[in-house]
């Protein structure tokens, strides 16, 4: 039963776009802090493969130069680290790059925050969540925590 249609980030890239995905994060901040599992990109939940994805199509498709997605990433990380420890979150480099990406679709207007509100709900509903396979595939089981794990392997 499907959940909703599958969309271009939720699909395993192929080898040439996996390695202009990886050309592009060793230029972000802080990329040595990216999970990986065995060198390959490393995901504990379907919504960091998607976060990656979507920001990535919208920079091939021009939405924004990827500089300018660094820009956000270093300010959000920056904000954390600012934080006092007491008060801040755990450190999850997915969870800034969600954020960075939302701060950036706001500021080139590309949805409405109505819209944005909408779509967000949709996800969170179910509604727009395409389906995933479980025990292997593109999605699969992590054995050290038991938390669904995507890797993006060369």
């Excluded at 179910?126 to 089981?141: E, V, W």
């Amino acid at each position: 039963m499907s959940r909703g249609p599958r969309t271009v980030a939720d699909r395993l890239p192929g080898t040439a776009e996996r390695r202009h995905i990886e050309r592009l994060i060793r230029e972000l901040p802080e990329a040595g802090a990216i999970p990986r599992t065995e060198g390959e990109l490393s995901f504990r939940e379907p919504w960091e493969v998607r976060a990656l994805g979507i920001v990535v199509g919208l920079h091939e498709q021009g939405h924004f130069a990827w500089p300018e997605f660094q820009a956000e990433l270093i300010a959000v990380i920056g904000e954390w680290e600012a934080t006092a420890a007491e008060e801040r979150p755990d450190w999850s480099y997915y969870a800034f790059w969600q954020q960075a990406a939302e701060r950036l679709i706001a500021k080139k207007s590309l949805v409405s925050s109505s819209e944005f509100d909408q779509r967000a709900e949709e996800f969170l509903s179910g509604k727009r969540t395409p389906p995933h396979t479980h025990g292997g595939g593109l999605l699969s089981r992590d054995p050290g925590g038991g938390a669904a794990t995507e890797t993006i392997e060369h």
